[in-house]
């Protein structure tokens, strides 16, 4: 890792296009700016991380019966269904059960 | 094509059906081949498989079948990454969390809808600032039930 060291109001440019401003420094928080190109993702760590902790949680508990439970839990709005159904199907892939052979 | 699933066994697809994610799915950066799996027809619950992974296999659902209001704006940059030309290519969907011997408290992640033209099959997982939307909401409302305690239990 490079390690740089700022003062307040300092800049570091990151190829060319980027552009990281320290602009207050109070105790323990850091405020910075950022300049950068719209196709440059930019978030905090934090929200990453969640995401990506959802996303293994949701891999790690689930089970088929478990799945076929939530599936039979009758909370969902049928009369939202039809429209948006049909265009889910026409992209998804059907499963030949075992038990329809 | 013929793909292996550990759920499913080997599930015969059509190239077509494919998505390509061009942006992955955090915590997956290694896998860019995903179906979608109609496991019930009529379902608001499908799975998204992973065709290099037989392992990997998300459950997906649409927060609209739950009366959840969910609206979120794609990034420009990201439509465009996408290839995304108007609104009706586009197909969004959500991860769940469906905990085990707990599924009436399953929940699902706003924070980071998942993507598709439906033309293209181009896909990813967005990340969305500044909203406040959770990564744990829940998807059913309604409690269930619980079988009573048995009234004779000796403490």
Redesign the interface.
């Known amino acids: 890792m490079l390690v740089l060291t700022r003062k307040k109001g300092q800049k570091l440019i990151i190829n060319d296009n980027i552009e990281i401003t320290i602009l207050e420094t109070r105790g323990d928080n850091v405020k910075v700016g950022i300049n950068a190109p719209k196709n440059v993702s930019i978030f905090r760590e934090e929200i990453y991380e969640e995401i990506k902790k959802a996303n293994e949680q949701s891999i790690k508990e689930i089970s088929l019966p478990e799945f076929n439970t939530a599936i039979n839990i009758p909370d969902s709005q049928k009369d939202f269904a039809s429209e948006y159904l049909n265009k889910l199907k026409s992209i998804s892939t059907k499963i030949n059960k075992p038990d329809d052979k | 094509m013929k793909i292996n699933t550990s ?3 080997e ?4 190239e077509e ?1 494919i998505f390509n994610f061009i942006e992955p ?4 950066e290694n896998l860019t081949k995903f ?12 799975w998204l498989q992973s065709a290099e992974d037989p392992n ?4 997906v659902t ?1 927060p ?4 959840i209001d969910y609206q979120f704006v794609i ?3 990201k439509a465009k ?1 996408l290839g995304l030309t108007n609104a009706e290519e586009l ?1 969004s969907f959500n ?7 707990n ?2 408290n ?1 929940t699902v ?1 706003l ?2 809808p998942i993507v ?1 033209n ?1 033309v293209n099959k181009n896909s990813m ?1 967005l ?1 969305l ?1 500044n909203v406040s939307f959770s ?2 909401h829940k ?4 409690t ?1 039930p619980k079988p009573e305690k048995p009234e004779n239990v000796l403490s």
């Open positions: 759920r499913f066994g599930v015969e697809v059509d059906l799915i955090l915590g997956y179906i979608l799996l109609d496991h019930t027809p009529d379902s608001p619950f499908k990997v296999a998300f459950p649409f609209a079948f739950f009366g990034p420009e940059e990454k197909l991860i769940t969390c469906v905990p085990q011997g599924a009436q399953a992640n924070v980071g598709v439906m997982q990340v600032t990564t744990k998807l059913f409302n309604q269930i």
